[in-house]
């Protein structure tokens, strides 16, 4: 079955020749409508999750649904070949659920919306956003369990449904959805925040089509898409080798005691074709570590880092999905089996990034990052505050953007488009929280020709009792140095008890308790380095050295000696010279060790015990 689409009008579109200028025109109009949803949607949610932080994703796709501006690729073509039922003008659609929408979404927080565009009677486009609700109901504050074994433990699943039928609200439908969540006044919000951001793109895109004429306005996104598969395919004849080469890494544990799960993907290409193979991949997690990866998401993944680092003058659109192709075995940690849990799935989101990276770096190695998109960190804290008001914190951290061919990883920043970080000022105002302290760690960058950022450390004190949750990773491995740079530093989180006592917090956690006047020190990983530490300026280390960012002890590593705030030249050149003696040949990947080293030395290291390795019948 597809979707049945009601037209009054059922012309079809003529492609017709377009100037460049006026491509030029609509592609950086529609871009300023992508834009302008996010900024009706900030100036109109009320989490602080979405409103502060930014974490929703908009799109605008053709009349045929592929994406022509946006982040992570266009769903609709497998929504309409997966609804059974009627679309008409003035619907709006919604739903949350992974396994009815491809992983168009990838766990029950994020909530899509999707609403087919309408003009003299025919759907001239789509618009698409979804957002991170703070709460969807579930079996704890936040609905990210750790230990959940089913996606029912994770709140209330949404299928696709109308919340808006031909320009009506389906208000009994949406009350029952929001008697599901702890905080329906912000989910209410937010949600018809999107509606309005959904409705922003379409008044947008029909007054391009009156401004042009429809044929023109359809010619034009075609010539976009045309355009960007052209680029992307000569792209992918650079960069992508016809023979196969591989790369792994690994998820932690999975918040029940067992761990690394192993991520594999095999890359090379056929013809004018890019092949990804995740044969390999460990099975599914028994908890919610589990990533219902999109294919066509993964594909906009490979596009945007490739873009980014070969061509950044390509639009990002769905042009070029014929040149790839994904395969992902069922059953995997990527394509688990439903009701398998997904809650956690962050921790394999940002590892697919570092994945790519060390995939196209074997054959461009000039080109490749170090790893530091290693994870999306979460900090929920909710109770009862001194009024008796329920309240629930969900909140992002940031860790260090690894070194890259470019330069330096910047130091506590977000790898995500348009993230960023929630003020203190704000978190103090509304939460029972004061932020004692805000600051980059130093040394937890990786040492290199070009250093890794630094991780974050925020120190959190609790104003009231209450219980924490914590959903962080790369705890037990490192992100990797690459090209002679060294690994950054792990992340770590640590309570300080109001009674004296310390306790080194698992890196997934749920209903941990607290009581007025504890601390929470959330310490993140650094990125890994790029390049020769040993090369590095000394100059530059200096200057890091004076900004905090490095220690004097620290400086060591690139082998430069700090003494009297100068550089002593003479122990410079002595210590880099046994260095690099000790050191050997420069290696491409450097982890730290392998997983068998690192689970040996975890406790003395972590101060947490090993995982276990998992085991499937």
Known sequence: MVARIKQTNNTPFERVVVDSITIDIVENALSNARHEMDAVLFRTAMSPGIREQGDAFPLIATNEGKMIVGQFGSFITGFLESYTGEIEEGDIFLTNDPYLCNGAVSHLPDWLVLMPIFKDGRIINYSAMFGHMSDVGGKVPGSLPTNAASIWEEGIRIPPVKLYRKGVMNTDMLDVILHNVRLPRWNRSDLNAIVAACRTAGKRCVELAERFGDDVFYSAQQEMLDRTRRAMKEVIQRVVPEQRQVFEDYICDDGAGLGPYTLRCALW????KAIFDFTGTDPQAPSSVNFYLNEEMFKIFFGA????????????????YDLVEVRIPQGSLLKPNFPAALSCRTHALGRIFDMMSGLLGQGAPESMNAAGFSDSPHFMYSGYDKNGEWFQLFQIGFGGIPGRPAGDGADGHSLWP?????PNEFVEAYFPLRIESYETLADTGGAGLHRGGNGLRVTYCMLVDGEISIHDDRWLTYPWGV????????????????????????SKCDNVKVTAGDLL???????????????????KVLTDVRRGLVS???????GVVIANDAVDQD???????????????????DRGGSVEELKARCLEETGLSAPATPTWS
């Open 269 to 272: 290409r056929e013809g004018e």
């Open 305 to 320: 880092l490739t873009i980014s680092l070969f061509d950044p003058a390509i639009l990002l659109n769905d042009g070029f």
């Open 418 to 422: 348009g993230f960023t970080n929630v």
């Open 483 to 506: 090209s002679g740079g060294e690994p950054g530093a792990r992340s770590r989180k640590e309570l300080l008890r109001v009674d004296g006592t310390r306790q080194v917090l698992p």
């Open 521 to 539: 020190l959330f310490d993140t990983w650094g990125g890994g380095g790029w390049g020769d530490p040993f090369k590095r300026d000394p100059a």
């Open 552 to 558: 004097v002890e620290g400086a060591r590593r690139y």
């Open 571 to 589: 122990a410079t050149e002595a210590l880099r010279a046994k260095l690099i003696d000790v050191r050997g040949p420069v290696q491409l990947f």
